[in-house]
């Protein structure tokens, strides 16, 4: 894992770091369910290596959504994680894959050289993040293994996370804060246009909290009026990772200008 880590590291100093995509997940066979795995035990078997070196080919990025440059599918069976493939690349309609035998010498292969936890996402997906596994799902099978034998596991219920129309429907959030902005306090701007950043956070209630402008006007009159706005927001998402309340941040930009109030003022 560490010289995965090493090659996304290095892959971030080319001007664009394209490597903040969502990846492509392993395979895992459990209890009769296919389940896409969020973690790479392979990882663990390459570190030992002086090179990322599998069945004689060096490992390389096939994509930006496979840095790895495989996708294993495993299987758990009598508390026992196994490896039963590995796939070169991640995404191929006539997929390749290496021969398991000549690099373990078995084609079924007992991961004994795995310790920790694994992360199988479950349900429907709650949130997209476009950056290696942090999209959110309704339920998270985490899985712990201590050389290769299955030692814990939980399941964790996302289900209460919810998605307001304001952030799947941006639209409704521009209409919904230039209505309600009270242009009569905001003084003639002329040909000025000015932005105004603010920072919110989602909480455990629909109301969204922690709100904060990070970049205001010098007119203490405009900031007022964008705080007021988005403090009247009747709802905000909810998320829960882990089972638990997962707070994120969220930056929403107001333009006050005179075609803003044009078009919207009562």
């Known amino acids: 894992m560490k010289r995965l880590i090493q090659i996304l590291i290095t892959l971030c100093l080319f001007p664009f770091c394209s490597?903040?995509?969502?990846?492509a997940g392993d395979i895992l066979i459990f209890k009769g369910d296919t389940?896409?795995?969020?973690?790479?035990?392979?990882?663990?078997?390459?570190?030992?290596?002086?090179?990322?070196?599998?069945?004689g080919k060096k490992l390389e990025w096939t994509s930006t959504a496979c840095y790895r440059?495989?996708?294993?599918?495993?299987?758990?069976?009598?508390?026992?994680l196994?490896?039963?493939?590995?796939?070169?690349?991640?995404?191929?309609?006539?997929?390749?894959?290496?021969?398991?035998?000549?690099?373990?010498?078995?084609?079924?292969?007992?991961?004994?050289?795995?310790?920790?936890?694994?992360?199988a996402p479950k349900g429907k997906q709650i949130h997209y993040v476009h950056s290696g596994y942090d999209s959110f799902?309704?339920?998270?099978?985490?899985?712990?293994?201590?050389?290769?034998?299955?030692?814990?596991?939980?399941?964790?219920?996302?289900?209460k996370s919810y998605k307001s129309i304001f952030t799947e429907n941006q639209d409704s959030l521009q209409t919904f804060i230039y209505t309600n902005i009270n242009w009569d306090k905001i003084p003639d701007l002329k040909e000025e246009s000015i932005k105004v950043f603010v920072t919110i956070q989602s909480s455990e209630t629909l109301k969204p909290d922690s709100i904060q402008i990070i970049r205001g006007s010098e007119n203490e009159l405009i900031n007022e009026e964008a705080i007021r706005v988005?403090?009247?927001?009747?709802?905000?998402?909810?998320?829960?990772?882990?089972?638990?309340?997962?707070?994120?941040k969220w930056?929403?930009?107001?333009?006050?200008?005179?075609?803003?109030?044009?078009?919207y003022a009562r």
């Open 137 to 159: 799902y309704e339920k998270e099978l985490v899985l712990t293994f201590t050389s290769g034998l299955l030692s814990a596991q939980i399941e964790y219920d996302n289900s």
């Open 35 to 55: 389940l896409s795995l969020f973690s790479n035990p392979l990882e663990q078997y390459l570190d030992s290596k002086s090179e990322r070196i599998f069945n």
């Open 19 to 23: 490597f903040a995509t969502g990846q």
């Open 82 to 119: 196994f490896l039963i493939k590995v796939q070169k690349g991640c995404y191929s309609e006539t997929p390749e894959y290496f021969d398991l035998k000549s690099e373990f010498g078995s084609e079924r292969v007992f991961a004994h050289w795995f310790t920790g936890k694994t992360l």
């Open 251 to 263: 930056t929403i930009p107001i333009m006050f200008n005179e075609e803003k109030r044009k078009k």
């Open 69 to 80: 440059g495989y996708r294993a599918t495993w299987e758990v069976s009598n508390d026992s």
């Open 230 to 248: 988005i403090e009247l927001l009747p709802e905000w998402n909810v998320y829960y990772r882990k089972g638990k309340v997962y707070r994120m």
